[in-house]
């Protein structure tokens, strides 16, 4: 069963810490893996979209990584602000359909704290 | 930022009632998507499209409906609100193929009483 599982479920830093988001995933065949941001009553927002070559992405202040043999990516978040309130969901696409599905992880609920 | 949208973005209605949910996008995406997402929990697949008159049906079982007469327009459709119907609708779309970027709407918060 293809499934992503995201940890810790929440997490409350102070501001201009730094944290890191995991992601475990089962999606097989593996496609590219995402991670959103997604604002309380918003659409999610890509933050970074990386492929089984890619180890690692940047973007701004979130540093993405992949291994793409364990089946594990974290997101790392660098000199947090207040403004990164927000959960973060871990979608993993699948290569074997032409939708590309999306599997969605339940997020990670970050609280930055001043 | 996204050329996606959703209306109405906040919706309360009784039980029975017919709803339709808007989304349109205006980059040319053949690939829509509607999601159903519970407070906290992850977003789950409820109907899919890959062009003009072509729709499926996701993951998660849903009582609704939609519709692809026109690319830029994916309405959902509800013809007898429940109470079960609670919770927030997202639309999304994608172009291309590959390694292509999924846009979200802001979403339709629905509550019916």
């Known amino acids: 069963k293809n499934q992503v599982e995201q940890s810790p479920q929440s997490l409350i830093i102070l501001e201009g810490k730094n944290c890191t988001l995991q992601?475990?995933?089962?999606?097989?065949?593996?496609?590219?893996l995402r991670w959103y941001k997604q604002d309380t009553g918003r659409g999610p927002v890509s933050l970074t979209i990386?492929?089984?070559?890619?180890n690692t992405k940047s973007n701004g202040r979130y540093t993405a990584t992949l291994d793409a043999d364990t089946k594990q990516s974290s997101l790392h978040i660098t000199a947090s602000q207040l403004s990164d309130s927000a959960s973060y969901i871990c979608?993993?696409?699948?290569?074997?359909?032409?939708?590309?599905?999306?599997?969605f992880g339940r997020g990670t609920q970050l609280t930055v704290w001043p | 930022e996204a050329d996606i949208y959703q209306t109405p973005r906040y919706l309360v209605i009784g039980t029975g009632k017919k709803i339709t949910l808007e989304c349109s996008q205006t980059?040319?995406?053949?690939?829509m998507y509607w999601y159903q997402q519970d407070p906290g929990m992850e977003l789950h697949l409820i109907h899919y499209?890959?062009?003009?008159?072509?729709?499926e049906k996701g993951d998660l079982s849903s009582e609704s409906t939609v519709s692809r007469i026109r690319t830029e327009h994916f309405p959902l459709t509800l013809e007898s609100a429940r109470p079960s119907h609670t919770s927030q609708y997202l639309c999304?779309?994608?172009?291309?193929?590959?390694?292509?970027?999924?846009?979200f709407g802001q979403g339709t918060r629905l509550t019916v009483v």
């Open positions: 999304a779309s994608s172009g291309g193929e590959g390694l292509t970027e999924a846009f």
């Open positions: 992601c475990n995933y089962t999606v097989s065949p593996f496609s590219n």
């Open positions: 990386m492929t089984f070559s890619e």
């Open positions: 979608v993993v696409s699948d290569r074997g359909s032409t939708l590309g599905r999306l599997y």
């Open positions: 980059m040319g995406h053949d690939k």
């Open positions: 499209s890959y062009g003009v008159n072509s729709t």
